[in-house]
């Protein structure tokens, strides 16, 4: 038995393996695309490694792929089906918990299970990054800040892993609404490794929610080397920058960085890339520039990937490309799918996402894209204070409350509308897009003086970011 640089245990995982397996970690940390093949090595080298294998179960979830899932379960279940846990470390068993839990639908329980892992062994960083991912994909912005904030006092500041930690925490932080200190924290993640793609997303968030669209273009221009190839959060990053940029109302370099990084011929179509180029083209939408070619390819995209239900928060997304380029019927084929696996479907977190939250807001995707806005209006009402609950950013969920404020709009729903619209400005008072909508609700109630303000507040913020 081996142990890690941290000193943790490791059962049937040889000295041939350690070197590998440090090396898939740091690949993780990084997303680095290479931590498959690095993950694989530590397998060739050490086959009932209880570490490498796990490792390979959390890949095999975390990028929320339905078939990359079905295939790590198959695989983890044939490593489980001849192994002896009585002679593993209790920390061992705690991740082969976890991994299982996750792989049989149970995502929450495995949240838990990664927790208590954190609490009995905080310099654990694989179940620190797991369960980090777990946060985020779960949407609990609480636990994304406190299970690494949790861990970091019994770290080093000379731990060369303290920073990509940094970085992670700082995501949290801003989730939970603590934009400068997040934005402190990344730029200390980023001081002890430029090249924290992580950390860097974690900044940008920062900016995005603070409306500094401008300081953002800034900040990664100046760090284009770090972030614009060659990393698994690189179609991401190239996201955020297309969302500084449709504030700064340059709509042209939008669809510029749309084709050039988002999605095009090259592109792998692995879900997380669709849906950021869904969610940017849904905004376009929104905004009545319809970019009818684009939507076709990218829903050719999610229709050649055939899902089943795996992740609501993906369906969400598939359906706003079949809406936004015409297919209603396949988006309406996609609901009804999901209403027959839900009648049938008596557990699992995905179930839950699904029936509470995904299925709600596809069918508001839908009416809205039939403009029918006050059923679109109706259906996402109940849950937008609850969105979070199947995943993903206050950035990427954005695009469904902005669907809220336009519904609202479109309905003639104006007392509705200006509750929205003075809860986003009170919260976010530098939006160019929420005083265009103000503009247009004002319009709507007769004042063309408040209008006319209105419109210049966008115009300025849009001038000087």
Known sequence: MTADRHGHLMSDTGAEALGPYEQALDDLLFFRPRVAESTQSVLAAAPRSVMGQTLAAYLGVLGTEEKDAAAAR????????????????????????????????????AGRILGDLTIAYPRDVLALFAGHQHDFLTGDAARLRDRVGGALDAWDEDDPHQGPLLGMYAFGLEESGHYERAEEVGLAALA?????????????????????????????????????????????????????????????????????ALHHDGSAGVAMQLLDAAALLWRLYLAQDEQSARWARLADAWENRDDGPHYAFNDAHAVMAYVGSGRVAQAQRLVQDRERWVAAEPRGSNRAMTAEIGLPVCRALIAYGQHDYGRATDLLLPVRHRLHQFGGSHAQ?????????????????????????????????????????????EEQLGDPVRAAAARERAAAQRRSG
């Not at 489980?80 to 329980?109: I, Q, Y």
């Not at 695009?399 to 009170?426: C, D, K, P």
């Open 74 to 109: 198959d695989s983890f279940a044939r490593f489980r089906s001849g192994l002896d846990t009585a002679g593993l470390t209790p920390r061992e068993r705690m991740h082969l918990a976890a991994a299982t839990a996750w792989l049989d639908g149970d995502v929450h329980g």
């Open 192 to 260: 002890r490794h430029p090249g924290d793609v992580w950390g860097i997303h974690s900044v940008v968030h920062t900016y995005e929610m603070r409306g500094r669209f401008t300081d953002g273009i800034r900040f990664l221009d100046a760090r284009t080397d770090d972030w614009s190839q060659g990393s698994l959060l690189t179609v991401h990053n190239w996201w955020h920058y297309a969302l500084y940029t449709l504030e700064a109302g340059d709509t042209a370099r939008v669809l510029e960085i749309y084709d050039s």
């Open 397 to 441: 969920r954005d695009a469904i409350q902005r669907t809220l404020v336009e519904a609202a709009l479109r309905a003639g729903r104006t007392e509705l509308a200006r509750t929205l619209l003075s809860e986003r400005i009170q919260l976010r008072p530098i939006c160019p897009y929420n005083w265009s909508a103000k503009a247009r609700l």
